[in-house]
Nanobody
Framework: QVQLEESGGGLVQPGGSLTLSCVSS????????MAWFRQVPGKEREFVAA????????WYDDSAKGRFTISRDNTKKMLYLQMKSLKPEDTGIYYC???????????????WGQGTQVTVSS
């Protein structure tokens, strides 16, 4: 059964902003890292950003540094990705992952969302 669900995607012009949300019902939320990944048809899944269990540490792919901000609210069991200055190459389906191991690869997780589409185009 689905334990995570993303929302907030859509069509936006280059330079615009979007905030993605992910609600989780996994038992490890609040005690494990969370991450966002992106996938484009025909390409491998790409790491975007991750956050430690308590939010004290954050990691970003070079493509996201300075433009994206990952955050979490453990009380609400929510994960967020704030995106600004969006570029066409940010286009893809964004997935949230619970407890990805290894962090930037997610060979295993405690769960995946079904994804939300982000399209950056003029």
């Amino acid at each position: 059964q689905v334990q995570l669900e993303e929302s907030g995607g859509g069509l936006v012009q280059p330079g615009g902003s979007l905030t993605l949300s992910c609600v989780s019902s996994t038992r490890t939320f609040g005690s494990a890292s969370m991450a966002w990944f992106r996938q484009v048809p025909g390409k491998e899944r790409e790491f975007v950003a991750a956050i430690s269990w308590n939010g004290d540490s954050r990691w970003y792919d070079d493509s996201a540094k300075g433009r994206f901000t990952i955050s979490r609210d453990n009380t609400k069991k929510m994960l967020y990705l704030q995106m600004k200055s969006l570029k066409p190459e940010d286009t893809g389906i964004y997935y949230c992952a619970a407890n990805p191991q290894p962090l930037r690869v997610a060979t295993t997780t405690d769960g995946w969302g079904q994804g939300t589409q982000v399209t950056v185009s003029s």
